[in-house]
């Protein structure tokens, strides 16, 4: 009985640093009005945060090829809860894409809680690009800059609008 309540509180403890990590990583903020934003099509509901992006690419930097292998990342949704995913680098990147733009880097994973809920992120020099499908509904999380970054459904896409991830899917 010892065992198994130490084995307890050090999970317990274990999932509070990673969720204390990555929480730091991710702030809510409020857009403001005569930003970058306003030149772009909206989605009609998001959350906006802010990320602390050199923290988060440590994060990735050392990720394996295989689920295990792969790093626990927390990302906003939507709903502003934060959702944790295991990532692992994607070897599904086209060669011709990683020889127009060398320092794309590509990953994907599966959500913690549930395996219905799978994620794919890219980063480029403009920041980082998310993509999580579920069985009922995907999202997306966008990057205005390097650190500032909407989080949104489809489904909250203005028509005729253009998705990062567009020409990547047809979920």
Request: with cysteine; charged share 20%; net charge positive.
């Amino acid at each position: 009985m010892r065992k198994i309540i130490t084995c307890f509180v050090l999970l317990l403890s274990y999932s509070c640093q990673v969720q204390q990590g990555n929480n730091v990583l991710w702030q809510p903020i409020v857009p403001k009005k005569k930003s970058k934003e306003a030149q772009l099509e909206l989605p009609l509901k998001f959350k906006s945060y802010q990320l602390k992006e050199n923290t988060f690419s440590k994060i990735l930097e050392n990720t394996g090829n295989t689920p295990e292998t792969g790093k626990l990342i927390i990302v906003p949704n939507p709903k502003g809860a934060m959702q944790e995913f295991n990532v692992w680098k994607s070897k599904t990147v086209d060669p011709k894409l990683l020889v127009k733009y060398p320092n794309l880097q590509a990953y994907q994973g599966v959500s913690t809680s549930t395996t219905t809920s799978k994620i794919r992120l890219e980063k480029s020099k403009s920041g980082y690009e998310f993509m999580v499908i579920k069985t009922s509904e995907t999202w997306f999380g966008t990057s205005i800059n390097t650190s500032h970054y909407l989080f949104y459904f489809k489904k909250d896409l203005p028509k005729g609008s253009k998705s990062y991830w567009k020409n990547k899917t047809n979920h």
